[in-house]
């Protein structure tokens, strides 16, 4: 796979696949070591994560 990175005009990362063979399912997640992501914005994600095409 081949993944994208790149920071959104608000200032937001996001990421794009631009290659991928087989079976894939990204999770996205602050950093362990981040000081300002909440509980409930690491559970956001979290469930984002699951949502089909995601």
């Known amino acids: 796979m081949t993944l994208r990175f790149f920071r959104t005009a608000s200032g937001a990362t996001d990421y794009r696949i631009t290659d991928q063979r087989g079976r894939l399912h990204v999770v996205r997640q602050p950093s362990p070591w981040s000081l300002t992501a ?11 994560s699951l949502l089909p095409g995601r």
Do not use: D, K, M, W
């Open 38 to 48: 909440s509980v409930g914005e690491r559970l956001a994600n979290l469930f984002a």
